[in-house]
């Protein structure tokens, strides 16, 4: 490839996080931040129960709402509420499919303190628009309403809870209303049949197989929504809002104490339950076959296969439980990197692949190995991700491929660390929902990565291994498969397509995989370094402007939004503008090019291995008249 570009000055912009001390005093960068000293002493006995963040207060009141608060200061001024509800459609009756989603939008059409249609108007009036600031949810297990309120302003707080007071027990659920909204949910359900969700109906009974999940998309039934008795969505509400089902959260720009008030003046009327609410089984149990669904569908866009080995989760709220979380991360990351560098090959059997654990409902963990393929390629790809767990699950990992694997984990909880003081207040009020429906451990980040560090050196393959022996079962497995519906005349791949090649997969040998790459650095032989010429400021932006020795001017501009971060651009003006009529495909293609190709005489798997524990990435781009 013939492509020459032209290299006049090049401006580069800079976003400083973590820089060396002499070039932030230069420019005001924000202080460096804490020291592993700061880091909490962690028990090493197993069965030790994680701690709560000591930033976070929780309380019971005495009707059984449970809420939790902290006090963050980003965004300024601002407040996140939420208020979880443990239901979900999974406690519907028959007659009742849907009505736990239609409840969730009729908490907004009518309650103690706000008229029909007067909700949003209200919200809207103190700053919470609809959508980003105002939105809830419904799934199999919990609903949760979501609001962002200002805090700069008197009553703002309290609106906000209020409205979520008037959901948790203050619906007013009216016939006209009801009917009303009918036609909105059911245009909702109109809105999901496109072919994602024709195959998500054939897939979910499998993944539920046996249990009252396979019949309760929280979407619901259309006649069921058309017909359904006004009464049996107020039996709904009465039975299934009730106080000991519910926390509050509030994380924003507000004192703990004044949260904590607010909380107690608005739920604390709500009515007491009397005895216990009625028992759901959420039970998913195993099966001995393996379930299989090939499914081909018109609109389908690509062809991809996926192997689901299903079971209980495990308890998350003990050392020893979130050390094995560790030890899991470490095979999920070895084996995606082995899967990643397959699909490097020129005769690689899949396109992308990937594996590991995710939760479906309370009670089903899944680890799941997936691959989008080529064309007709379902069978091969299928083969392909279950010989590598297989392999990882036999064989384990090399002490080179743990050790890049324990940078890397080490590397996410070390930026997590490290920018614990930029956290959002709607992602830690949605750590703390989870915390309250599923038991996500909520220790704060600074316990998490000393737990982490403490159990890195440790691992040893073998525990790897075993974790993926108990990973990769015999029983309870789906085997899915989804494709466009053939042209005529053309086979469809079919459920005895994957059969075969799931057979085939563990019937085959296997052997121990081979990481062949030669030890050595990015770079081999270090740049000259230039020096400064000349220096000024722009104090109308905050930036400090460098000129280096070799022309090129430096732009560098403090930021507080990520405290572990520096963020590089450089550009110069030329761009494809420059490039002969014969070369300009070429030079389009170029930045690609080298994004699949890799550097400095690495290829882009090796690539990936030498900057292993280190969070850096480069892109060069060429536009029409600029290239950087």
């Known amino acids: 490839m013939t492509c020459r570009l032209a290299a006049p000055v090049i401006a580069l912009v800079l976003a400083l996080g973590l820089l060396a001390p002499s070039l932030r005093a230069q420019v005001g960068a924000p202080p460096v931040p804490a020291t592993l000293s700061d880091l909490p002493a962690v028990p090493t006995a197993p069965a030790?129960?994680?701690?709560?963040?000591a930033?976070?207060?929780?309380?019971?009141?005495?009707?059984?709402?449970?809420?939790?608060?902290?006090?963050?200061?980003?965004?300024?001024?601002?407040?996140?509420?939420?208020?979880?509800?443990?239901?979900?459609?999974?406690?519907?009756?028959?007659?009742?499919?849907?009505?736990?989603?239609?409840?969730?939008?009729?908490?907004?059409?009518?309650s103690t303190h706000f008229k029909p249609g007067e909700l949003v108007a209200v919200l809207e009036s103190?700053?919470?628009?609809?959508?980003?600031?105002?939105?809830?949810?419904?799934?199999?297990?919990?609903?949760?309403?979501?609001?962002?309120?200002?805090?700069?302003?008197?009553?703002?707080?309290d609106k906000g809870l209020l409205a979520l007071r008037d959901f948790a027990g203050g619906a007013s659920l009216t016939g006209d209303e009801i009917d009303k909204e009918r036609g909105v949910v059911l245009e909702e359900w109109r809105g999901r049949l496109g072919a994602s969700s024709r195959v998500t109906d054939q897939q979910l009974p499998l993944l539920f197989f046996g249990s009252k999940y396979a019949d309760r998309l929280p979407i619901g039934l259309p006649d069921t929504l058309r017909t359904?008795?006004?009464?049996?969505?107020?039996?709904?509400?009465?039975?299934?809002?009730?106080?000991?089902?519910?926390?509050v959260v509030v994380v924003g720009d507000l004192p703990?104490?004044?949260?904590?008030?607010?909380?107690?003046?608005?739920?604390?009327d709500l009515p007491t339950p009397a005895g216990p609410a009625p028992a759901v089984s959420r039970a998913v149990p195993p099966h001995p076959a393996t379930l299989v669904k090939m499914v081909t569908d018109s609109e389908a866009q690509r062809w991809s296969v996926s192997a689901v080995f299903k079971h209980t989760p495990e308890s998350q709220g003990t050392v020893g439980a979130?050390?094995?979380?560790?030890?899991?991360?470490?095979?999920?990351?070895?084996?995606?990197?082995?899967?990643?560098?397959?699909?490097?090959?020129?005769?690689a059997p899949f396109l992308g692949a990937g594996g590991g654990v995710s939760g479906l409902g309370r009670e089903l963990a899944l680890f799941e190995l997936s691959a989008e393929v080529p064309a007709g390629k379902i069978g091969d790809g299928l083969d392909a991700i279950v010989r590598e767990a297989r392999r990882a699950q036999q064989f384990g990992f090399s002490e080179a491929e743990i050790d890049r694997a324990r940078r890397a984990v080490l590397a996410g909880y070390e930026r997590a660390y490290n920018e614990r003081g930029s956290a959002e207040s709607p992602s830690l009020a949605g750590e703390l929902v989870r915390?309250?429906?599923?038991?996500?451990?909520?220790?704060?980040?600074?316990?998490?990565?000393?737990?982490?560090?403490?159990?890195?050196?440790?691992?040893?393959?073998?525990?790897?291994?075993?974790?993926?022996?108990?990973?990769?079962?015999?029983?309870?497995?789906?085997?899915?498969?989804?494709?466009?519906?053939?042209?005529?005349?053309?086979?469809?791949?079919?459920?005895?397509?994957?059969?075969?090649?799931?057979?085939?997969?563990?019937?085959?040998p296997v052997t121990p995989w081979t990481d062949a790459l030669a030890g050595r650095e990015l770079v081999t032989t270090k740049p000259a370094p230039g020096r400064v010429t000349n220096r000024r400021t722009v104090p109308e932006i905050g930036v400090t402007v460098l000129t280096l020795s070799n022309g090129v001017e430096v732009w560098l501009k403090p930021t507080d939004y990520k405290a572990d971060q520096v963020v590089f651009s450089g550009y110069a003006f030329g761009g494809a503008s420059l490039v002969p009529p014969a070369d300009y495909q070429e030079a389009n293609l170029a930045p690609v090019v080298v994004q699949l190709g890799g550097v400095g005489g690495l290829n882009a798997v090796d690539l990936d291995k030498v900057l292993a524990g280190r969070i850096a990435s480069a892109s060069p781009d060429i536009d029409t008249y600029t290239h950087g």
């Open 126 to 157: 103190i700053g919470a628009r609809f959508g980003p600031h105002v939105n809830a949810s419904t799934s199999f297990d919990e609903t949760i309403y979501m609001l962002d309120v200002p805090t700069d302003r008197d009553g703002y707080v």
């Open 256 to 268: 703990l104490d004044e949260s904590e008030r607010l909380v107690k003046a608005r739920f604390g």
């Open 55 to 110: 930033r976070i207060r929780s309380g019971r009141l005495p009707n059984g709402l449970r809420y939790f608060l902290r006090q963050n200061g980003r965004p300024a001024n601002r407040v996140s509420l939420r208020l979880a509800v443990d239901v979900g459609s999974l406690m519907e009756a028959d007659d009742q499919r849907g009505l736990a989603h239609f409840l969730e939008h009729m908490a907004f059409n009518g």
């Open 322 to 347: 979130y050390r094995q979380s560790v030890v899991r991360a470490l095979g999920e990351q070895m084996l995606n990197a082995r899967l990643g560098e397959i699909a490097q090959r020129a005769d």
């Open 48 to 53: 030790t129960p994680l701690p709560l963040d």
């Open 435 to 508: 915390h309250f429906l599923q038991g996500e451990p909520a220790p704060g980040i600074a316990y998490e990565y000393a737990l982490v560090r403490q159990a890195l050196p440790g691992i040893t393959s073998d525990q790897i291994s075993a974790e993926m022996r108990r990973l990769i079962r015999d029983d309870s497995r789906v085997v899915l498969g989804v494709a466009p519906t053939p042209p005529a005349g053309t086979p469809a791949p079919t459920d005895e397509t994957l059969r075969t090649a799931l057979a085939a997969a563990f019937a085959a």
């Open 228 to 247: 359904f008795p006004h009464e049996r969505l107020r039996e709904f509400y009465r039975t299934w809002y009730r106080a000991d089902r519910m926390a």
